[in-house]
């Protein structure tokens, strides 16, 4: 039997290739689950900068092409339960590693309200979401494959959020 | 070709065997070791044969049997060699300062307990040569030796294999076959351990039979078919039932031409040598000189549910009955040349045989039918044994888990060492307390006094397991504790807390070691370890008190 977490993977999955698709900058390529992929012999991985780094599992881990035909990773954590500091500061390390084009921590529920104070303050939530020079983490609730605008964090990137996704 | 000396040579061992082309320039090369200490051979203190232990015995008993001697104390009559030790101090005092005699590099070597891990910055040049002599492989979860190597010198063949035996390259006194010798009995083997990686071991074989003559005694596959052939870690749910380290096997005195600069390999190795020369063996016992035998009806093996898993190479995503049938998927090409030669080449490739017969589709059909039926004779078995497993037996496996320390009985512990850790480091009094049921904001009401120092109060929704806070001058101490290994996961967590409270010191600690993943990424990007230019400390909580990590 499939689990609700199988199910929301999939679900996620959709939306980022769907996504991509639709993006001038970038073309997916796949999707590696929950694997450790500096551990995995693949061509166009390999061609990933610093790909020996990804020494860690992060639930989806997207391979995508852009138009310099030169091939990169998004993050994806997903949790079907509210995010919390915790996960965000496990992301935030992974990203500090290996700097990925995207990151994303989606939730079937969003964040959780014990760090509504937290996120809602910009240079608190600068601390916590960016990495690399003003490239954000985004943590959002999606819901039937859509995005729930409302629910991006941090908010002042929600503009950024929607113009290249 | 790229000038090759015999410190090249040899660096370009090591990659093979645990090594990583960076960016930058970059070569890394671990030096794991998953134990501190490891034991050396127990010989008869009174005729210097091998001893064992019998089952159910206290002491060893002497294999001679002309002694028989059965009260042998293994602490003893064994050496011990620390591992750890050694291996930093090799890898620092004798491996690197050897690459720098022929390789212009800056070097930096971190180690933990469990491993030791060397970073290289090498000219423009050779990172060039090496990323283009391996490509497509930047790591050594994929990489075989290069076809280049063959054409090195004999010096710098020899090099290139000691790279490969320092970085897995294992002696290992419990690695012994029952054989007798003409004055001792047990053979002792050592091998190239590789994990994952199934082009390595046929390549190793390969290479080593080609250029060097040497026998292999055996190549022991990590494939489901063959270490888990009757299911049982399967049906137990232990995930190394699809994909445990592969072992390529040989004798020492075959092999004295090489050297581990490892010196605790070297000494264990030279150990296990001096035993095989004094038994004195006849046989060469090398897999291939006694042919591929032709496989019989009782020798195959279970059908395995995760002999086709995604994790195995494409290559070995399937059915075998025996290792060579292994090496033959995997490139070997001294049986390539067996099944090139046979009448049939599918039924070679199945069963061995290699003449001609009448009905050779037939008895593969005959193999493959054997393995489905012993399968279903295997799962037969264990459902019947999980059917009669009672609820109290089930009880007795949660009480034993029970019986582990709980995170939180580390909690009272680092109160008092983190009470001290601030007395000796500021020289002030402080408060110091166990947070981990309620968030800091919750807790202030305890000693306001002490947390109006956090100018964020209402926002710290946070749980640190301690915080501490000093008296005079109001610095801030977290401490996020752990029972478990620490990863990067781990790291996050305290990062995140770290990065909205900004505590004057934070420590990472916990009761196990760190990752070998942890420590290499760290030393990759120490960014990882800051916040606010301050960083993170890592510690291992030993008794009630807390060693940190030198990195």
């Known amino acids: ?165 | 070709m790229f000038q090759i000396n015999p410190q090249i040579a040899y660096l370009l061992g090591l990659i093979t065997g645990k090594g990583y082309i960076e960016n930058n320039n970059i070569i890394s090369i671990e030096f794991p070791c998953n134990n501190q200490f490891i034991e050396g051979i127990a010989s008869c203190p009174k005729c210097n044969w091998l001893a064992t232990k019998p089952k159910n015995a206290n002491n060893l008993k002497c294999k001679n049997p002309n002694c028989l001697k059965d009260d042998i104390d293994a602490s003893k009559v064994k050496k011990t060699y620390d591992q750890s030790k050694s291996f930093y101090s090799s890898v620092k005092s004798i491996i690197l300062p050897f690459l720098e005699t022929g390789i212009n590099l800056k070097g930096d070597v971190i180690s933990s307990k469990t491993c030791t891990f060397l970073t290289l910055t090498i000219e423009d040049d050779l990172y060039k040569f090496i990323k283009n002599i391996f490509n497509p492989a930047i790591n050594f979860f994929s990489m075989k030796i290069p076809d280049e190597v063959s054409s090195f010198t004999k010096e710098c063949k020899i090099e290139y294999i000691n790279g490969l035996l320092d970085t897995i390259g294992y002696a290992n006194a419990g690695g012994w076959i029952p054989r007798d010798g003409k004055n001792n009995h047990g053979r002792m083997r050592v091998y190239f351990q590789v994990v994952k990686n199934y082009e390595l071991p046929v390549s190793i074989d390969n290479f080593l039979r080609s250029e060097f003559n040497l026998p292999i005694q055996t190549i022991d596959w990590g494939h489901p078919n063959i270490r888990d052939a009757k299911l049982e870690d399967f049906f137990k749910g232990k995930s190394s039932s699809f994909g445990r380290e592969h072992q390529v096997k040989f004798f020492p005195e075959y092999y004295e031409i090489f050297k581990f600069r490892i010196e605790s390999k070297q000494k264990l190795f030279e150990e296990l040598l001096q035993h095989n020369k004094n038994a004195q063996f006849k046989e060469r016992e090398d897999w291939l000189d006694s042919g591929i035998k032709e496989l019989k009806i009782n020798q195959v093996k279970s059908f395995h549910p995760n002999e086709d898993n995604l994790s195995l190479d494409k290559r070995v995503r399937k059915h075998f009955d025996a290792f060579w049938q292994i090496n033959l998927a995997m490139g070997c090409k001294f049986i390539q040349s067996i099944k090139n030669n046979s009448s049939i080449p599918d039924l070679f490739e199945k069963t061995g045989i290699q003449d001609y017969r009448e009905n050779s589709n037939n008895i593969i059909e005959e193999f493959n039918n054997k393995s489905q039926i012993l399968f279903n004779d295997i799962q037969n078995k264990y459902q019947s044994k999980l059917q009669s497993k009672t609820k109290t037996t089930l009880r007795n496996n949660f009480k034993l888990l029970d019986d582990y320390p709980k995170e939180k009985d580390t909690y009272p512990v680092l109160v008092e060492w983190l009470k001290k850790f601030i007395k000796d480091d500021i020289q002030e009094d402080s408060g110091v307390y166990d947070t981990s049921l309620q968030t800091i904001s919750n807790f202030s009401s305890n000693d306001e006094s002490l947390f109006s120092r956090f100018n964020n109060l209402d926002q710290l929704s946070i749980k640190p397991d301690v915080v501490g806070i000093s008296k005079e001058n109001f610095k801030t101490f977290f401490i996020e504790s752990k029972i478990t290994i620490l990863g990067l996961k781990e790291l996050g967590q305290l990062i995140g807390y770290c990065m909205v409270a900004n505590p004057d010191k934070a420590f990472l600690i916990s009761t196990k070691t760190i990752s070998d993943s942890l420590l290499k990424s760290i030393q990759r990007n120490r960014n990882i370890l800051q916040y606010f230019n301050k960083e993170v400390r890592i510690g291992t909580l030993k008794k009630d008190q807390v060693e940190f990590l030198n990195i």
């Open chain 1, 1 to 165: 039997m499939t689990s609700q977490k199988d199910l929301f993977q999939n679900e996620i999955n959709e939306w980022i290739k769907n996504s991509l698709n639709n993006s001038s900058k970038y073309k997916y390529v796949k999707t590696f689950y929950g694997e450790n992929i500096s551990k995995i012999n693949d061509v166009q991985l390999n061609t990933v900068e610093s790909k020996n780094y990804f020494d860690f599992q992060c639930d989806l881990s997207v391979l995508v092409e852009d138009r310099s035909s030169n091939f990169h990773i998004i993050l994806i954590n997903r949790y079907t339960n509210a995010v919390g500091l915790t996960n965000i500061g496990e992301m935030l390390t992974y990203c500090r590693l290996v700097k990925p084009i995207f990151a994303f921590i989606i939730s079937l529920v969003g964040h959780s309200s014990d760090i509504n104070k937290i996120v809602s303050n910009e240079n608190n939530a600068k601390n916590i979401f960016e990495y690399d020079d003003h490239n954000q983490i985004f943590l959002l609730r999606l819901e039937n494959s859509n995005p729930i605008l409302d629910s991006i964090l941090p908010v002042y990137a929600r503009n950024r959020f929607q113009q290249i996704f």
